[in-house]
């Protein structure tokens, strides 16, 4: 099965454009005010106008207040929502929105305790693990941690770029790939090459 991808922190419409074009399932916005890729309404609101045809749009939440995700939901034609922070299952359903729920892999991480704590979610995305950062660390995980039985649920993430993502796919087979500053000239400014590249590594894996 081919392997999905998506390019998170997606912050101009330019962007998001140049990432469909060149093949991407899915595109991801932050909504999380600390970080350098956060969108506001009205610039999310452009990216999705810009958008072709089924490509995916994710929302990322850290920890929101559910009147805020409510808001962002009902003025933003989101497809799924992505929980990057401390949520239960209970806090990331409600919303009429398929959801992920990422985490943080580290040394004794229990996939499993994650797998059954969050049944109800359309996948889980692992990303690595760092001291007060919720994500885009930048930084890759053991992929060794990862049972193959949870492959099929999986959106690998964590310090993915052109040059390890043939790798990645190759040794854990996910459903997807998720990538924010391996595809970046700066913080929220996305490189057509770096993408084009990062896609081409991805279907060499999948061969």
Not at 111 to 131: P, R, W
Request: aromatic content about 6%.
């Amino acid at each position: 099965m081919r392997t999905r991808i998506k390019i998170c922190g997606i912050t101009r419409v330019e962007d998001a454009v140049e990432a469909a074009r060149l093949g991407a399932d899915a595109i991801g916005l932050v909504f999380h005010p600390p970080s350098p890729r956060a969108v506001t309404l009205r610039e999310a609101q452009a990216i999705v106008k810009s958008l072709p045809p089924f490509v995916t749009v994710a929302g990322l939440f850290v920890n929101e207040a559910r009147p805020r995700i409510e808001e962002v939901v009902k003025e933003t034609p989101l497809d799924l929502l992505q929980f990057h922070g401390d949520e239960s299952a209970a806090a990331c359903s409600g919303y009429d929105r398929s959801w992920i729920k990422a985490i943080r892999m580290r040394e004794g991480c229990d996939l499993a305790a994650a797998e059954k704590a969050f049944a109800d979610a359309s996948g889980l995305l692992l990303d690595t693990y760092q001291a007060g950062m919720p994500g885009g660390t930048g930084l890759r995980f053991d992929w060794g941690l990862i049972p193959e039985r949870l492959a099929s649920r999986i959106i690998l993430a964590g310090g993915l770029d052109a040059e390890n993502v043939e790798q990645a796919v190759r040794q854990v087979h996910p459903y997807a790939v998720d990538v924010s500053g391996g595809v970046e000239l700066s913080k929220g400014i996305k490189d057509a090459a770096k993408i084009n590249a990062f896609m081409a590594g991805v279907k060499r894996g999948d061969n």
